[in-house]
């Protein structure tokens, strides 16, 4: 069983960055794929990308892809989301998620964070 704590969400006007830092508790992080999902006001959660257990594959949504950047450092038990170039439309509550590859990528992870909001001002 693993427990996620994310945090680094605030207000960010477009066009800025935020990175989203999630620390994970256990000592079988590594052994977990770990991926973002966020959900804006009245939309369903959706994904937004994932990682591979040691970090060597990475999967985006496409909605993000060539602004997000998502990395983990095993040693820190700890997985982030760098996002860059932000959208007014990015604003949501973001998600940090854990479990198998295929089961994060399926979007159907077992472990969730609470959350964290991220707001982009246009």
């Known amino acids: 069983q693993v427990q996620l704590v994310e945090s680094g969400g605030g207000l960010v006007q477009a066009g800025g960055s935020l990175r989203l830092s999630c620390a994970a508790s256990g000592r079988t992080f590594s052994s977990y794929t770990m991926g973002w999902f966020r959900q804006a006001p009245g939309k369903e959660r959706e994904f937004v990308a994932a990682?591979?257990?040691?970090?060597?594959?990475?999967y985006y949504a496409d909605s993000v892809k060539g602004r997000f950047t998502i990395s983990r450092d095993n040693a820190k038990n700890t997985v982030y989301l760098q996002m860059n170039s932000l959208k007014s439309e990015d604003t949501a509550v973001y998600y940090c998620?854990?479990?198998?590859?295929?089961?994060?990528?399926?979007?159907?992870?077992?472990?969730w964070g609470q959350g964290t909001q991220v707001t982009v001002s246009s």
């Open positions: 990682i591979s257990k040691s970090g060597g594959s990475t």
């Open positions: 998620a854990a479990d198998s590859w295929a089961v994060v990528v399926g979007r159907k992870p077992g472990y």
